[in-house]
């Protein structure tokens, strides 16, 4: 891998070059450009062989404490950017750059954001996990470190190769695994369950559901217009005092609610006139009688 461009030719900018990969490289390389351009020192004392540097960030307008030990080269800063990101804050780097330092110390960053974080990978009995955090107790562990390896040096000696290499590879390591197991049945769904809970589940069903309960309205469906047209035309008709014609429908509901009466005809007046004449008539005997 080529280095990146460099902004300055101070040795701790290389060295954090060689040291981080390319995509934390980039933030380690902000961080540094701020540190020679954007930091003063607003105080300094001495406390239990630590040194406190108030230093005041012009782009944040805030002071940072930093806490620098230089017998073991540790250090802290209040903006806390290491512990959240693994990367040496600016306030840090300048404290670095003003003691003279050339090399970022290893407590200042973290593994797993350096080139080598992948190399040299040793393993104990949970898993694969990189290099000093295994503690090797047996000669077990020891083995499976080695194991391990031989594994990964493997892995990279097939990238490239033919196809099969990798398939012998893999029908080698599956006749070691056969080898090593003994011959089981398959399990059940049930009892993959049962062993990915950590205990058997129980057939009895203690817990009933609840009671369905119906509030208004409920269990009603709302009807189509296509069924409420032949819900209507079920029903008997009636007639309209409106329009005056048998339907489903009546004076409030009438689609024609300004229908005016057809006119009677004069015969028909006349014969109400002689009626009325014939009631008065009536009625006038009647009254005489009685006299």
């Given at each position: 891998?080529?280095?990146?461009?460099?902004?300055?030719?101070?040795?701790?900018?290389?060295?954090?070059?060689?040291?981080?990969?390319?995509?934390?490289?980039?933030?380690?390389?902000?961080?540094?450009?701020?540190?020679?351009?954007?930091?003063?020192?607003?105080?300094?004392?001495?406390?239990?062989?630590?040194?406190?540097?108030?230093?005041?960030?012009?782009?944040?307008?805030?002071?940072?404490?930093?806490?620098?030990?230089?017998?073991?080269?540790?250090?802290?800063?209040?903006?806390?950017l290491f512990e959240r990101r693994g990367?040496?804050?600016?306030?840090?780097?300048?404290?670095?750059?003003?003691?003279?330092?050339d090399k970022i110390p290893e407590s200042s960053f973290a593994k797993r954001w350096t080139k080598d974080a992948l190399r040299d990978i040793k393993s104990n009995h949970k898993g694969c996990v990189g290099v000093g955090d295994v503690d090797i107790i047996d000669k077990k562990q020891i083995e499976m470190t080695k194991l391990w390896s031989e594994v990964h040096e493997t892995m990279g000696v097939l990238i490239g190769r033919e196809k099969e290499h990798v398939e012998d590879l893999c029908k080698l390591i599956k006749e070691f695994r056969e080898k090593l197991l003994p011959s089981v049945p398959p399990m059940t769904k049930h009892q993959e369950l049962e062993e990915l809970l950590g205990c058997a589940t129980n057939n009895e069903i203690?817990?009933?559901?609840?009671?369905?309960?119906?509030?208004?309205?409920?269990?009603?469906?709302?009807?189509?217009?296509?069924?409420?047209?032949?819900?209507?035309?079920?029903?008997?008709?009636?007639?309209?005092?409106?329009?005056?014609?048998?339907?489903?429908h009546d004076k409030r509901n009438c689609p024609n609610p300004f229908v005016e009466r057809p006119p009677q005809n004069v015969d028909d007046e006349e014969e109400e006139e002689e009626e009325d004449e014939e009631e008065e008539e009536e009625e006038n005997e009647d009254d005489e009688l009685e006299d």
């Open positions: 891998q080529s280095t990146p461009q460099l902004f300055s030719k101070f040795a701790l900018e290389s060295d954090g070059a060689r040291l981080f990969t390319y995509a934390v490289f980039d933030e380690f390389q902000e961080e540094y450009k701020c540190s020679t351009n954007t930091l003063t020192s607003r105080g300094f004392s001495e406390s239990n062989n630590m040194e406190l540097n108030t230093v005041k960030d012009a782009l944040r307008n805030r002071n940072f404490i930093v806490q620098y030990n230089p017998g073991t080269l540790e250090s802290s800063c209040t903006c806390k990367v040496p804050c600016r306030h840090i780097l300048w404290i670095y750059l003003g003691n003279g330092l203690t817990i009933l559901p609840p009671k369905i309960s119906k509030n208004k309205g409920s269990g009603k469906r709302m009807l189509s217009n296509k069924a409420k047209a032949v819900a209507c035309a079920s029903k008997p008709k009636r007639m309209c005092n409106n329009c005056k014609q048998m339907a489903h």
